[in-house]
């Protein structure tokens, strides 16, 4: 896993998330608890000198971890977070693929429709998923949520270029250029708080998080951000291996996310 | 550690997917899950290994064995990342072709060397993208050797040509070098092909891996900030060349207000200075009457006019009228376009041109007369500030470079 600069990273996406709120009336982000989208608040922070200018949301499913719901709460307080807790049902006989798809997609619609947003800030990375490679930083969703990935806007030379159609709204990826070990590496730099989940306990931990349903934790015993940059460094293993719902059928990803998945 | 993005050129089905495949392969950058799924689909579609499958991860692009659209990957050599866009072949599919490439520093041509392959225009007219792109450096590679017997002469005659079409459009020679491979062989990506003894040079990684080492040459440009917006009072934007410092007098462009630097903001924390690739926020002693999103800041002192005619290159990606609209640092602004000459994107001559369209795919020497003056320099001197993007409506309609300010 390639290290790269951070200084280049944080720029563009500092670039990125300023052009959001320049350019689009209602902006929002979504705000897992993970490290992604906690890495991505603090270069918020960065980007309006100390406070995140735009209300993030969680969707809650009602079973993500203990630890994710105090992480939550404490965070918010701290940087003084305009949380939108947007609750999503979770249907027993819905598992796995169906779920991600019907139940946090769902909910998010609501909350989309209910606030107005037009801009949606989703912290996904490329070299999470070969799928995730194909997108755009800014990337037009339709009223649906639908990904009509065959018809992308071109997207030249940091040219934003994607305009709304009515009702739908954009995707913005400002982390689209980072690596798994980047993040790490910035967290560490900033001391951005961390939900403990990542950390290792009684020899496991999460790599990536997910709702308790479909994650799985790894073998590992890195207790300390050090020995979690020292890990991946050694890995060959990807880093959605504990998520179920990619692994199910092998065009699950590029269903999910046509459907409107982050 | 730095990242040097690579693009990848050339006709649909000469082999570019097929190349970064392999190079993830055999540079031991694709995990085990990515190659056995790669090799599950190629038996479930009844075709033999397709290492292209670890990049084309659409159900359509692995069934009709065509990249769609563009994705990038990594991979690690010595001391450089290198990132590889992979980038469509298709002639239709060519706006997705230049969002994958505008972003590269150097570029792959991939060319068959099989006799009903060979050169094609979609090789051309990739390679006169690269050239408004401002791409630094190209490597040729003569692909599909396998298939013709190694043969030396015909690579040197597809180099050839190739070299000739460089030079027609301004290409210096120093600034590209041909490579014969075999990228499903995976034959001078990473090691030598033992069937090729007669070329002497570099495998593809090791000549990227030396135009990765060389030292850029940047041009020594004063302060240049495209500004995005304002927040609280500060103008936030990104300063694409030269520094600035707290109290130093700025003018933005093209309203010629001016302010001197109260206080500077870079990634969040108040600095002295800022420079070129920082985002900054900046306070002036007097808050602007204006938004200031779209407009350049430059140092007061300096003698700067803005402008609304300039002569450009230009390629269509759609139909092109001569009312159009451009698009500058973010700003849609109205122009006409003086077609003065086409340029044949596949063998570089010009002729005068007496329609008053550019049909797609075509290039063009151009007069353009914006309705109002924006702030914009030559391409050579600034690539950031010499390009101009074509809109028809809100469809990309086609790519320029500012040649000269009028």
Redesign the interface.
Same mark, same amino acid.
């Given at each position: 896993m390639?290290?790269?600069?951070l200084?280049?990273l944080?720029?563009k996406s500092?670039?990125i998330i300023?052009?959001a *709120?320049?350019k689009f009336g209602n902006v929002a982000a979504l705000w897992s608890m993970g490290k992604d989208s906690t890495a991505m608040l603090t270069l918020a922070? *960065?980007?309006?000198?100390?406070k995140v200018?735009f209300p993030v949301i969680h969707i809650d499913n009602g079973i993500d971890f203990p630890e994710t719901y105090a992480f939550r709460e404490e965070l918010a307080k701290k940087w003084k977070l305009d949380l939108i807790v947007a609750e999503s049902e979770i249907k027993p006989e819905i598992s796995g693929y169906s779920c991600c798809g019907a139940n946090k997609t769902e909910a998010l619609k609501r909350v989309m429709d209910e606030h107005g947003f037009d801009a949606l800030i989703v912290s996904i990375r490329? @070299?999470e998923h070969?799928?995730r490679?194909?997108e755009?930083y800014v990337s037009p969703r339709d009223r649906n949520f639908k990904w009509n &990935?065959?018809e992308?806007?071109?997207?030249?030379?940091n @040219?934003y270029?994607s305009?709304l159609d009515s009702k739908g709204h954009l995707r913005i990826h400002p982390l689209l250029d980072w690596?798994e070990i980047d993040i790490w590496n910035y967290i560490r730099k900033n001391k951005t708080p961390i939900n403990p989940l990542y950390y290792s306990n009684k020899g496991y931990r999460y790599r990536s998080l997910g709702c308790t349903h479909c994650t799985v934790p790894i073998k590992s015993n890195a207790k300390s951000i050090d020995a979690i940059i020292k890990e991946l460094k050694d890995t060959?293993?990807?880093e959605r291996?504990g998520r179920e719902q990619d692994k199910e059928r092998? &065009?699950v990803m590029?269903k999910l996310r046509s459907l409107g998945y982050m | 550690m730095k990242i040097k993005r690579v693009t990848l050129l050339g006709h649909k089905d000469h082999g570019k997917s097929t190349l970064i495949g392999n190079l993830l392969i055999s540079t031991g950058t694709a995990t085990k899950d990515r190659i056995n799924e790669a090799r599950r689909i190629s038996r479930s579609l009844g075709r033999q290994f397709e290492p292209a499958f670890i990049l084309d991860s659409f159900s359509e692009e692995r069934e009709g064995g065509l990249t769609i659209d563009t994705t990038r990957v990594q991979i690690r050599y010595k001391d450089i990342g290198f990132e590889f866009i992979d980038v469509p072949g298709h002639e239709e599919l060519i706006k997705n072709m230049i969002s994958g490439a505008s972003y590269a520093d150097f570029a792959v041509l991939i060319v068959s060397a099989k006799r009903d392959e060979g050169i094609m225009d979609q090789t051309k007219r990739h390679l006169f993208l690269a050239k408004i792109f401002g791409i630094k450096k190209i490597i040729i590679a003569v692909n599909k050797m396998d298939s013709i017997g190694y043969s030396e002469e015909r690579f040197g005659s597809v180099a050839k040509s190739i070299g000739a079409y460089l030079e027609k459009i301004g290409i210096d020679s120093r600034d590209y070098e041909a490579i014969p491979i075999s990228a499903y062989g995976s034959e001078n990506l990473v090691k030598k092909s033992d069937k090729m003894k007669w070329y002497r040079g570099k495998t593809l990684l090791d000549i990227l891996y030396e135009m990765g080492r060389e030292k850029e040459k940047k041009p020594k440009n004063n302060f240049r900030m495209i500004i995005q917006g304002e927040s609280d009072g500060r103008y936030f934007g990104r300063v694409v060349s030269g520094t600035a410092k707290v109290s130093d007098e700025i003018k933005i462009l093209p309203r010629n207000d001016w302010g001197r630097i109260k206080r500077l903001y870079v990634k969040g924390k108040s600095v002295r200075k800022c420079r070129d690739g920082d985002n900054p926020a900046i306070e002036l002693d007097e808050e602007l009457k204006f938004n200031p999103r779209g407009m350049v800041a430059l140092p007061r002192s300096e003698e700067f006019n803005a402008s609304r005619r300039f002569m450009a290159l230009i390629f269509a990606t759609e139909p092109m009228r001569s009312e159009s609209t451009i698009k500058f640092i973010g700003n849609q602004i109205r122009a006409r376009i003086k077609f003065i000459d086409e340029i044949s994107t596949t063998d570089g001559e010009r002729k005068k041109m007496r329609g008053k369209e550019l049909a797609p795919l075509k290039a063009a020497s151009v007069e353009i007369i914006l309705e109002k003056e924006i702030p914009a320099e030559n391409f050579n001197e600034s690539q950031e500030l010499g390009r101009l993007l074509f809109y028809s409506g809100e469809a990309l309609s086609g790519v320029g470079i500012i040649e000269r300010k009028l």
């Open positions: 390639i290290e790269q600069d200084r280049e944080e720029e500092i670039f300023r052009e *709120k320049a922070r *960065k980007a309006f000198l100390g200018p490329r @070299d070969s799928i490679a194909k755009r &990935y065959k992308q806007p071109a997207e030249v030379w @040219d270029s305009k690596n060959s293993v990807e291996s092998q &065009y590029e | -």
